[in-house]
């Protein structure tokens, strides 16, 4: 029996489509799907439109984890084995492309919403939630839709689990339109990593402050004794 197609080969079919549409058919164009940790990713392609002011500290094991927690689904379409690859030097050369891949993910976002049959619940992935990259040309398109990491928060611990370990911690994710600067989740986004970025730094500083008035007591107690001798 025929193995039915997943909602992905269908769009990835489509893209295809609609480039060869406008150009003529050619042999070597090679579309692939992954599911990309966001490290893993150009930092120009995703991160600087998830976080373009860079709230969540770098250097950071909370960077860190959310460059692994934060998943994102890829479709690369390769132009590099076709005999007569579009010249594209800067994102302006490829706006052809990324207009007929635009129009597709429209389509395809309308079915996703309207068509439970095409796209049945839990399902295939959001169409929204893809990130386009043109290669070799390292240009990205999309996604709309990006679910990252919120700050870390610990648990609320009755008595009984008092003696747990503090390192534990509730990871929570906000979808962000990316397309939207004013939308809600982006707004609790960028506020929640502030808050959480000077609430560490305020810990820093008291910790830093407590360290070096230790120090200078346990000095000044070991001058006085030497005094004494």
């Known amino acids: 029996m025929a193995s039915v197609k997943k909602p992905y080969e269908f769009l990835m079919a489509d893209i295809a489509n609609a480039i060869h549409s406008q150009v003529g058919y050619f042999i070597g164009l090679k579309l692939t799907r992954e599911i990309e940790e966001s490290g893993k990713i150009p930092h120009g392609l995703f991160w600087a439109r998830v976080d373009p002011k860079e709230l969540i500290p770098r250097d950071t094991i909370e960077w860190e984890e959310a460059q692994w927690r934060t998943i994102v689904p890829v479709i690369y379409v390769d132009f590099s084995k076709v005999r007569e690859p579009p010249v594209v030097e800067k994102r302006e ?3 052809w492309i990324i207009d007929v ?16 049959d095409c796209y049945p619940p839990g399902i295939g992935v959001d169409p929204r939630r893809y990130l386009v990259i043109l290669k070799p040309f390292n240009i990205g398109i999309g996604p709309r839709v990006a679910r990252v990491t919120c700050p870390p928060q610990r648990p609320s611990k009755s008595k009984s689990q008092k003696d747990l370990s503090d390192r534990r911690t509730v990871i929570r994710f906000r979808d962000l339109l990316l397309d939207e600067e004013s939308d809600p989740n982006r707004v609790g986004f960028e506020r929640e990593w502030s808050e959480w970025s000077a609430k560490r730094a305020a810990e820093s500083s008291s910790s830093l402050a407590n360290f070096v008035l230790n120090t200078t007591g346990m000095a000044k107690k070991a001058i006085s004794k030497e005094a004494r001798k």
Request: charge should be negative; avoid cysteine.
């Open 101 to 116: 891949v635009e129009r597709v993910f429209d389509e395809h976002i309308t079915i996703y919403d309207d068509s439970p």
């Open 93 to 95: 050369d490829a706006r």
